[in-house]
């Protein structure tokens, strides 16, 4: 059984950091491709960051130069560090898992950017 515990978020101000954090449980993580999304008040789930197993990375136009995705295989950890942020990030945000079309998430954070 896979679980993905997900922490860091919170209330932020414009122009601020914050940094997202996602433990997951088992001995799959280091084989497995992991992700970001987000889901803005009233919009659906959007795409954020991407991470393969190899450590190649991938971004959503708008977080681009702004947020860094990354992956501890020792601590079974990804991170989503964000920076710059602006009050059009505020959302809900979601950790992802992929492995061998098995996918699993996280429970969403809020992350709110506001003055």
């Known amino acids: 059984q896979v679980h993905l515990v997900a922490s860091g978020g919170g209330l932020v101000q414009p122009g601020g950091s914050l940094r997202l954090s996602c433990a997951a449980s088992?001995?799959?993580?280091?084989?497995?491709?992991l992700r970001w999304y987000r889901q803005a008040p009233g919009k659906q789930r959007e795409f954020v960051a991407f991470?393969?197993?190899?450590?190649?990375?991938n971004y959503e136009d708008s977080v681009k130069d702004r947020f860094t995705i990354s992956r501890d295989n020792a601590k079974n950890t990804m991170y989503l560090q964000m920076t710059s942020l602006k009050p059009e990030d505020t959302g809900v945000y979601y950790c992802?898992?992929?492995?061998?079309?098995?996918?699993?998430w996280g429970q969403g954070m809020q992350v709110t950017v506001s003055s």
């Open positions: 992802n898992m992929i492995l061998g079309g098995e996918m699993y």
């Open positions: 088992g001995s799959i993580f280091s084989r497995s491709t």
């Open positions: 991470v393969s197993t190899g450590g190649v990375t």
